[in-house]
């Protein structure tokens, strides 16, 4: 780890279990529609009484989490972006140490222009006014512009013909960027994907904490896949078309979609794992 990474968490912090929550937002720990968190607050109150960070690892933006931390009472590092950047509160609460994992906005800008030069057609959120976003996503115009405030990745709304969107992936290939497909939009950013935000973590508290760690995913979409897929206990919340299939063999399926799933499972999942603790 270099000095941005350091581990800033305090000795009395470290939980009994050593586990880590990453969890996905839309559709996930808020409801797909109404963004709420309600029917989660039981379980994210067993983990902070646990002591567990619960890590956002989400397609949205850093100022946008910053406002959701704030109405969620979560003071943990968080991963934006689809792994494109990850921020750590500072020990003395003055802000964050922003590590980016994948490319600059300003280059994913630049290699967009060109492509849309070359004929490609689509549309993305730096194309668009903060009224346009909001209309697309539900969100409020304050909420929209928060979500256009970006780091590392850029949203596109795909006008173009599948054939045209294969030769947009190989293009950006080229250019050491990709696209993945989320709930609602085509994110195109550097070669980092929501993975990232595991090992970055299972790393940084197995370094705070001296001991090995086990990681915790939740996520519906299928750029979901490669946390839950790297993650000791993935749990897959259906989706609002369609529901993930892994071959972890310890994925769980959760029973009701959104928040409440997402309380039913981690609450089942942390009985259970805190009796194979004490076995141990």
Not at 32 to 47: E, G, I, N, V
Request: glycine share 6%.
């Amino acid at each position: 780890m270099n000095t941005q990474t350091e581990c800033n968490a305090r000795p009395d912090t470290q939980p009994e279990l050593p586990l880590v929550v990453l969890t996905d937002l839309d559709g996930t720990l808020l409801d797909h529609h109404s963004y709420s968190a309600a029917a989660a607050q039981p379980a994210l109150q067993r983990l902070k009484q646990w002591r567990i960070p619960v890590i956002f690892n989400t397609s949205k933006t850093r100022d946008e989490v910053i406002a959701l931390r704030q109405q969620l009472d979560n003071h943990d590092p968080f991963v934006c972006e689809n792994g494109s950047a990850v921020f750590l509160p500072r020990a003395d609460h003055s802000g964050y140490n922003p590590e980016i994992l994948g490319a600059s906005y300003a280059d994913i800008l630049k290699v967009l222009h060109q492509l849309r030069t070359d004929g490609f057609r689509f549309r993305g959120f730096n194309d668009m006014p903060a009224s346009e976003v909001a209309a697309l996503t539900g969100l409020t115009s304050e909420q929209a512009h928060l979500a256009k405030q970006r780091h590392g990745s850029e949203p596109l709304i795909w006008n173009d013909t599948d054939d045209a969107l294969e030769r947009f992936v190989t293009a950006l290939s080229v250019s050491n960027l990709h696209a993945v497909r989320g709930g609602r939009f085509l994110h195109v950013m550097g070669n980092t994907d929501k993975t990232s935000g595991v090992e970055f973590f299972r790393h940084y508290y197995a370094h705070c904490w001296q001991c090995e760690v086990r990681i915790i995913a939740l996520g519906d979409g299928d750029n979901d896949r490669g946390m839950l897929e790297n993650a000791d206990h993935p749990i897959v919340i259906p989706g609002a078309s369609q529901t993930l299939t892994l071959e972890h063999p310890n994925t769980i399926t959760a029973p009701s979609a959104g928040p409440e799933g997402w309380n039913t499972s981690i609450n089942a999942l942390l009985e259970y794992l805190q009796k194979e603790f004490h076995r141990g």
